[in-house]
C-alpha cells in the first residue's frame, strides 16, 4: 500500500476528492451511517484546513483506506458531536491529546457478503501504524476516538491496549464508546506483533458474532460523580 499523509492544502490536487467520495461509499453505502454529505462526497465541519488524513491507495492509485486526525484543542467529533460517550466527564482539550476519526480500510466494491462490517485485514492494521506515527510526528503523545464497539476488538487484536472512558451507548441504533490509546506504547506493542505473525481473520462487531472472546478492555478513569 501507498501511504499519503497531509491536510487539504499538501495532498495531491484531486486527492481530497476522491477521499471524500470513498468515505461516502463506505460509511453511508456500505454501513449505512446517518452521514450528511453533498451529493456523492462525505465532509462534516472537522474537515478543515488543519484537519490531518491519512489515505491509502493500491498499486494502481485506488483508495483502499482514510484516517482522520484532529487536535484536541480545536473543535472535534468526541467533544463537540459524541460528548455523551465521556460519562459526564470533561472533553480533553490539548496540543499532545488527538482524536482518530473516519478511520476504515476496505475495498468499498468488493461483494457485501463477502465483506465483514468491521475487519482486522493487513491493510487495516498497516492503515492503523501509519495514523499513530502521523498523530506521533503531528505532536500528540495520546489519541482518543469515537467508534463503533466493533473496533474494540480490532484494537485488541492489533496488541493496542485501548482503555475505555465511559460504558458504551446506543447511537443511532449502534453501540458506540470513547477511548483513549496512549501512543508510545501502543506503537511499539503494534509493530512487534506486525513483524511476527499477524492473524488477519476477518472480525466482526459483537453485535454480528456475539459475546467477545477477547478481555474486556479496561477503563482509564474512576466512575464519573453522580449528579
Known amino acids: 500500500m501507498d501511504i499519503v499523509t497531509g491536510t487539504a492544502e499538501t495532498l495531491p490536487a484531486g486527492l481530497l476528492f476522491d477521499m471524500a467520495h470513498y468515505r461516502y461509499r463506505v460509511f453511508i453505502e456500505r454501513l ?8 456523492r462526497i462525505e465532509l462534516d465541519e472537522f474537515d478543515r484546513r488543519d484537519t490531518l488524513y ?6 494502481k492509485g485506488t483508495l483502499r483506506g482514510v484516517a482522520r486526525l484532529l487536535p484536541t484543542s480545536r473543535p472535534y467529533l468526541l467533544a463537540d458531536v459524541f460528548p455523551q460517550l465521556l460519562g459526564g466527564r470533561t472533553p480533553p482539550r ?7 476519526s473516519r478511520f476504515a480500510a476496505l475495498d ?8 465483514t462490517r468491521f475487519g ?3 491493510d487495516a492494521l498497516c492503515l492503523l501504524d501509519e495514523a499513530m506515527r502521523a498523530a506521533v ?8 476516538t469515537a467508534s463503533p464497539i466493533g473496533i474494540e476488538r480490532i484494537l485488541g487484536i492489533a496488541g493496542i491496549a485501548a482503555c475505555r472512558l465511559a460504558a458504551p451507548v446506543e447511537v443511532d441504533g449502534q453501540r458506540m464508546f470513547a477511548c483513549r490509546i496512549d501512543l508510545a506504547p501502543a506503537l511499539a506493542l503494534h509493530r512487534r506483533k506486525r513483524a511476527g505473525s499477524i492473524s ?11 459475546p467477545s472472546r477477547l478481555p474486556r478492555q479496561p477503563s482509564c478513569l474512576p466512575p464519573a460523580a453522580s449528579p
Open 54 to 59: 491519512v489515505i491509502a491507495r493500491n498499486d
Open 32 to 39: 449505512g451511517w446517518k452521514l450528511a454529505h453533498t451529493g
Open 137 to 144: 510526528l503531528a505532536g500528540a503523545r495520546t489519541l482518543v
Open 94 to 100: 490539548s496540543p499532545d491529546v488527538w482524536e482518530l
Open 200 to 210: 488477519t481473520r476477518p472480525v466482526l462487531s459483537p453485535e454480528g458474532q456475539g
Open 120 to 122: 482486522a485485514s493487513d
Open 108 to 115: 468499498p466494491d468488493a461483494a457485501a457478503h463477502g465483506a
